[in-house]
T-cell receptor
Framework: SAVISQKPSRDICQRGTSLTIQCQVD?????MFWYRQQPGQSLTLIAT?????????ESGFVIDKFPISRPNLTFSTLTVSNMSPEDSSIYLC????????????FGQGTRLTVV | DAKTTQPPSMDCAEGRAANLPCNHS???????VYWYRQIHSQGPQYIIH???NNETNEMASLIITEDRKSSTLILPHATLRDTAVYYC???????????FGPGTSLSVIP
């Protein structure tokens, strides 16, 4: 199993500012994923973060808006840049188990409100 | 394209079995069926997965039809704490990115 810690757990930010969300895992993992969950909606994958390479973004998400760092095998950050109220969501970090035929693990999320 | 189809919502009486269906008619031979759930204000939680055989663990049972085009997640004795959104997902391995559909919102009623 993997235990994921996300910081901050919640924040209220002014529009036009940026917020960096941290994701720390208690073991080394190959792939880390970032999701957004808008109010009342399901989770949408933002990007896949691999250590030592650029993140791979899903359609509709761009690096300028959501820059991601992955400096080592246990840590990643997601920045939400130049925020607007539409960015108000829960942002979640996820990791793969590192083994075939097992499950993914998710953090508890960062609840972001942009005012 | 959505790989799975689930009813948007279901109710279940507390103490009864909750049977959550999922259609995945385009599943390929090397894709697994995974179930996750998300309790309000928490991150998704893994429940169970299977390839073609029925599976059971301490949380639930997974019944996959012989043609693998549909499956049913069974919570044998639902409690109020099982109220959550349940997601059925098909994917090749855990290295695949997990793509969530709308899921089924299960309400367990006292």
């Amino acid at each position: 199993s993997a235990v994921i810690s996300q910081k901050p757990s919640r924040d209220i930010c002014q529009r036009g500012t940026s917020l960096t969300i941290q994701c720390q895992v208690d073991s080394q993992v190959t792939m880390m994923f970032w999701y957004r969950q808008q109010p009342g909606q399901s989770l949408t994958l933002i990007a896949t973060a691999n250590q030592g390479s650029e993140a791979t973004y899903e359609s509709g998400f761009v690096i300028d808006k959501f820059p991601i760092s992955r400096p080592n095998l246990t840590f990643s950050t997601l920045t939400v840049s130049n925020m607007s109220p539409e960015d108000s969501s829960i942002y979640l970090c996820s990791v793969d188990s590192g083994q075939i035929n097992t499950e993914a693990f998710f953090g508890q999320g960062t609840r972001l409100t942009v005012v | 394209d959505a790989k799975t189809t689930q009813p948007p919502s279901m109710d279940c009486a507390e103490g009864r079995a909750a049977n959550l269906p999922c259609n995945h008619s385009t599943i390929s031979g090397n894709e697994y069926v995974y179930w996750y759930r998300q309790i309000h204000s928490q991150g998704p939680q893994y429940i169970i997965h299977g390839l073609k055989n029925n599976e059971t663990n301490e949380m639930a049972s997974l019944i996959i039809t012989e043609d693998r085009k549909s499956s049913t997640l069974i919570l044998p004795h639902a409690t109020l704490r099982d109220t959550a959104v349940y997601y059925c997902i098909v994917m090749k391995t855990s290295y695949d990115k997990v793509i969530f559909g709308p899921g089924t919102s299960l309400s367990v009623i006292p």
